[in-house]
């Protein structure tokens, strides 16, 4: 039963990638703030649908931080200040969202497959310290090196420039 469950599970991962390389956004597992996933149906493949107004959000994130200069913390103050609803409808912005939303490479326009691998654990962290060290699980994930993800087009909400100064910023 376990050979026939990794089985299956090593099939279930080379069909999504294969799937991936063909250009399918069905193998995303879910649209970013932003886009609404359409599903596919007899007439269309699967796509994302631009969300005009969490795209504005989107747009003047990323303006607020290559223009302007902002923090990530004082870009989620401001939103959290303005009250402007998340993808969840709560007003809480937190800065690890905002961080996320600036390396989001699908905002300009390369939605991407494979960004993450689960490897095993590397240290015992501090909430786990107090816990005497128990973890109920023993894997974490862990990012793939960028040359390895493989990308999908899907519409893009701010220009490739943009992305890059992001970066360029982040980095920084």
């Known amino acids: 039963a376990e050979y026939e469950r990794a089985q299956i599970a090593e099939r279930s991962r080379r069909g999504k990638r294969h799937r991936a390389q063909q250009g399918s956004?069905?193998?995303?597992s879910g649209a970013p703030y932003?886009?609404?996933?359409?599903?596919?149906?007899?007439?269309?493949?699967?796509l994302y649908e631009i969300l005009e107004s969490e795209a504005a959000v989107?747009?003047?994130?990323f303006e607020k931080y290559t223009r302007d200069g902002l923090s990530i913390n004082a870009i989620a103050r401001m939103l959290n200040e303005q009250a402007v609803p998340t993808r969840t409808g709560t007003t809480r912005w937190e800065r690890s969202?905002?961080?996320?939303?600036?390396?989001n490479p699908a905002y300009c326009g390369r939605a991407c497959f494979g960004k993450t691998e689960i490897r095993p654990r590397q240290r015992i962290t501090k909430p786990l310290r107090r816990r005497?060290?128990?973890?109920?699980?023993n894997s974490a994930n862990r990012e793939k090196p960028?040359?390895?993800?493989?990308e999908i087009p899907v519409p893009a909400l701010v220009s490739e420039e943009t992305f890059a100064l992001a970066q360029e910023q982040l980095v920084q």
């Open 58 to 61: 989107v747009q003047l994130v």
């Open 146 to 150: 960028r040359q390895d993800w493989i």
């Open 132 to 137: 005497d060290g128990l973890c109920s699980r």
């Open 34 to 46: 932003g886009y609404r996933y359409v599903k596919k149906c007899d007439a269309s493949a699967a």
């Open 97 to 103: 969202t905002v961080w996320g939303m600036l390396r």
């Open 25 to 28: 956004i069905n193998v995303l």
